[in-house]
């Protein structure tokens, strides 16, 4: 049974750092990818940042770009997306997601930003940011 599990949110105020952890049980972790999404309240789920489990390469969306860095520990199974210079903007549940085996989307064009391409989820963990 494939396990994401997210630890790390928390309330900061607007420019401070956060960083969240997600690991992987059940799962073949090195050989897709994992990627960080994110909801606002009201607001679609959003992939924020994906890492190629294999060769590490990571990509960014736009608005968090320069800002976050999502990283890993394959000897633990578990990735992690730092968040530093937060906004307002970011406050939202952040939760990991998983592709089927060998069926991480296209890193070019928005594939691995929508939420349908992943079937293995975590719970969330709740990031809120004041101004």
């Known amino acids: 049974q494939v396990q994401l599990v997210e630890s790390g949110g928390g309330s900061v105020q607007a420019g401070g750092s956060l960083k969240l952890s997600c690991t992987v049980s059940g799962y073949s972790y090195g050989r897709d990818c994992m990627v960080w999404f994110r909801q606002a309240p009201g607001k679609e789920r959003e992939g924020v940042a994906i890492?190629?489990?294999?060769?590490?390469?990571?990509y960014y969306a736009d608005s968090v770009k320069g800002r976050f860095t999502i990283s890993q520990d394959t000897t633990k199974n578990t990735a992690f997306l730092h968040m530093n210079s937060l906004k307002a903007e970011d406050t939202a549940m952040y939760y990991c997601a998983a592709p089927a085996v060998n069926s991480c989307p296209p890193i070019l064009g928005r594939a691995w930003t929508r939420p349908g391409s992943f079937p293995y989820w975590g719970q969330g963990t709740q990031v809120t940011v004041s101004s």
């Open positions: 890492i190629q489990t294999g060769t590490g390469n990571p």
